[in-house]
């Protein structure tokens, strides 16, 4: 994780994003873990109310991965 940085939802989008181009998938939980321009997944669950949420508050149409 490196530097301190405060997150906001733009933030974690353009990392969704990039992960997304990168993976053509969108990070699971266990994934945030071992991204480097990503927060935790234990920050997110704190600070946005999980990934789920997370998906959801930025217009996501796949929002919980664990299902289908």
Known sequence: MGKYKLWKLENL???IDRFY???NRFPTVSDLDTIDYLPSSR?????FGGMVKVRKDLGYTDT???IG
């Open 13 to 15: 989008k353009e990392g």
């Open 21 to 23: 181009q990168e993976n």
């Open 43 to 47: 920050w997110i669950q704190v600070k």
């Open 64 to 66: 919980h991965l664990g």
